[in-house]
């Protein structure tokens, strides 16, 4: 696939004669955080960070989704961090949508690209720094890591998507492919990041209702979402936050795919 593209939040603060409803919900069962809300009044800062700046779509919230966070950055030219994570036990995603970041890992530095992903194990050094001359924008997705007896920690991942040739689902003839970091029967692994793309008039042709939450970021095109009771309209730069056992099920609108990054939950037993 050539067509494939990343949106990248344009910041900035609305016009005083735009109207204040928009599309944004929070519901018992599902959250959607539209791309006009990601304006610099809602921005963080973090510690041990310069020239950067964060977008936190979602958090650990009990009674809702419990397992991860995740965030959109930004950091300009000359910015970055030498200690981005400050806690213990803590696992992370990165997925670069805008930019060249340049990541140091495992003694290792890595130029990474629009498409870029990287996983990096809980208790890690890595740094990350902006050396290019354009803003550098990137997902980072967190999850505290549950460790299992006799299973060990997975290893540093770095791809690009453009390199993984994405795997169809069953009987849908290509319309609706997923394109996977993580191989999924590795069971090191407690969450994974994935990219789901529906071609024009594509669908995921029922309710899936599971115990995996998700995390959904619309990277291109347009969509409309089955979300517990009601049908969504999405497009690119919008984000949705499911709780488990949401229903869920979409179809892809528009001229180009509709594809989303995509976060949940595996591999574990549920805790009691």
């Known amino acids: 696939m050539t067509d494939r593209s990343y949106h990248v939040p344009a910041g900035g603060l609305p016009g005083q004669d735009q109207l204040t409803t928009g599309r944004a919900v929070f519901t018992e069962s599902y959250a959607i955080i539209p791309r006009g809300v990601l304006s610099d009044i809602v921005l963080s800062a973090l510690p041990h960070w310069?020239?950067?700046?964060?977008?936190?779509?979602?958090?650990?919230?009990?009674?809702?989704?419990?397992?991860?966070?995740?965030?959109?950055?930004?950091?300009?030219?000359?910015?970055?961090?030498?200690?981005?994570?400050?806690?213990?036990?803590?696992?992370?995603?990165?997925?670069?949508?805008?930019?060249?970041?340049?990541?140091?890992?495992?003694?290792?530095?890595?130029?990474?690209?629009?498409?870029?992903?990287?996983?990096?194990?809980?208790d890690i050094d890595w740094s990350?720094?902006?050396?290019?001359?354009?803003?550098?924008?990137?997902?980072?997705?967190?999850?505290?890591?549950?460790?299992?007896?006799?299973?060990?920690?997975?290893?540093?991942?770095?791809?690009?998507?453009?390199?993984?040739?994405?795997?169809?689902?069953?009987?849908?003839?290509?319309?609706?492919?997923?394109?996977?970091?993580?191989?999924?029967?590795?069971?090191?692994h407690d969450m994974q990041i994935t990219i789901v793309t529906l071609q024009p008039g594509a669908s995921i042709p029922f309710e899936e209702t599971h115990v995996m939450e998700h995390g959904l970021y619309v990277l291109q095109g347009k969509g409309v979402y089955r979300l517990n009771q009601d049908w969504v309209e999405v497009e690119a730069g919008d984000f949705m936050w499911l709780r488990a056992f949401c229903p869920q099920g979409c179809y892809a609108g528009g001229p180009e795919p509709f594809r989303y990054l995509l976060y949940k939950d595996v591999n574990r037993h549920m805790k009691v």
């Open 50 to 122: 310069t020239g950067a700046r964060f977008w936190v779509l979602a958090r650990p919230l009990s009674g809702f989704a419990e397992t991860f966070s995740q965030y959109i950055a930004q950091i300009a030219p000359g910015g970055g961090s030498d200690r981005p994570e400050t806690e213990a036990g803590v696992e992370a995603a990165l997925f670069v949508v805008g930019g060249t970041i340049t990541l140091r890992v495992a003694g290792k530095t890595h130029e990474m690209e629009p498409g870029g992903f990287a996983y990096l194990p809980p």
């Open 128 to 188: 990350l720094h902006n050396k290019g001359d354009e803003v550098a924008t990137f997902h980072w997705i967190r999850k505290r890591y549950q460790m299992v007896h006799g299973v060990e920690v997975p290893e540093v991942i770095i791809a690009n998507e453009r390199d993984i040739a994405p795997t169809p689902m069953p009987d849908c003839d290509g319309a609706w492919a997923t394109t996977r970091f993580v191989d999924p029967m590795d069971l090191r």
